[in-house]
């Protein structure tokens, strides 16, 4: 989890989205860009982490510099490159948006430059822009991308002993999009899509993209043992993760109920302004003999895992358990109890 891989399967899979043109590439390239790479440098630009765990005791913290210094190096060329990763052409009447940044650029299609800008405040929101300026009519594919996430998940069924909790898919939640005052619905595909869009475009176009972004849960393979019996929290391309400044009655003794009612709100005041989380689940606030004594129904909130440990030190998770049994009890070491 150190940062500069992250940064590498940012610019590993844009180069494998630009020799194939498969969403998959770009669905890889946004989450390590929002998470991985983004954790690595800390709110005031002068800390960083070398690795990013899932989880910590309150001991992880940025720091301003490693022996090995790859990592803020690699940040300080990073981030300023990430205009690159937004647009592409492909031939001169094909023009493809991978991420959804606010920004504008110029581009030939067909030998007229076309003056492109997008306006959004995705992440947050899902709202998306596209303004399209050719100083002539020009006809070409205006090619946007359909993450993924948007998608119902696949049918898991977990369990761990006697304990067991199957998810199923929920209704199709396709993004809309508005051209030209017609709206279509963009089919869903598991892995994402790129939908294109051909026209003879005019000065004053505009493709609108509205993103569904809803809380979901994920799950990690089972192969991972580690993450048997536990879900997290993702809105849109962000991974969430609960920290003890928000909880105080900690972190990694709380159970995040199967499919728990999530809500989500904006904190202009949080960090900048970000959305937060809010769910409730079963706290486990001691042990008698082999069983966990739990505070049921305890509501916790949740972050953006790249925003944690720019407050107060303390604990963190993202991999939530299912079930108090694999809870840890405050004061004790962690316990994987596993069937």
């Not at 199967?258 to 949080?270: C, N, Y």
């Not at 003999?289 to 925003?307: E, H, N, V, W």
């Amino acid at each position: 989890a150190e940062t500069c891989a992250a940064i590498g399967m940012v610019l590993w899979n844009q180069r494998m989205y630009l020799a194939t043109g498969e969403p998959r590439y770009a669905e890889i390239m946004e989450r390590s860009l929002y998470n991985g790479a983004l954790a690595g440098m800390g709110m005031t630009g002068d800390l960083f982490f070398y690795d990013n765990p899932l989880g910590s005791k309150g001991d992880h913290h940025r720091v301003p510099w490693f022996d090995c210094s790859c990592c803020p190096s690699n940040l300080v060329r990073f981030l300023p490159s990430l205009g690159e990763r937004i647009y592409a052409t492909r031939g001169d009447d094909e023009l493809w948006v991978a991420l959804y940044v606010g920004s504008e650029t110029t581009v030939e299609m067909d030998g007229v430059p076309v003056k492109v800008r997008m306006e959004t405040d995705y992440p947050w929101d899902g709202k998306v822009v596209l303004h399209v300026d050719p100083e002539e009519p020009v006809e070409f594919s205006l090619v946007v991308r359909r993450p993924g996430w948007v998608w119902p998940r696949t049918v898991r069924v977990l369990q761990i002993g006697d304990q067991r909790y199957e998810q199923v898919d929920g209704q199709p939640r396709g993004p809309s999009i508005t051209l030209g005052g017609d709206e279509h619905v963009a089919p869903g595909e598991e892995l994402g899509a790129f939908h294109p869009f051909l026209r003879t475009w005019q000065a004053g176009d505009r493709l609108e993209l509205q993103l569904p972004l809803e809380p979901d849960y994920v799950f990690a393979d089972e192969r991972v043992e580690a993450n048997r019996g536990r879900q997290a929290l993702m809105r849109g391309p962000l991974v969430y993760a609960a920290e003890e400044v928000d909880n105080p009655a900690g972190v990694r003794n709380q159970v995040s109920t199967p499919g728990g009612k999530v809500t989500a709100s904006f904190d202009p005041d949080l960090l900048g302004g970000v959305v937060k989380l809010h769910a409730s689940g079963p706290l486990v606030i001691g042990r008698a003999g082999t069983q966990r004594l739990t505070k049921p129904d305890t509501p916790f909130t949740l972050i953006p895992y790249a925003f944690w440990d720019n407050r107060e030190p303390g604990e963190m998770v993202v991999w939530m358990p299912l079930w108090p049994e694999l809870a840890e009890v405050r004061g004790e070491a962690a316990v994987v109890e596993q069937g």
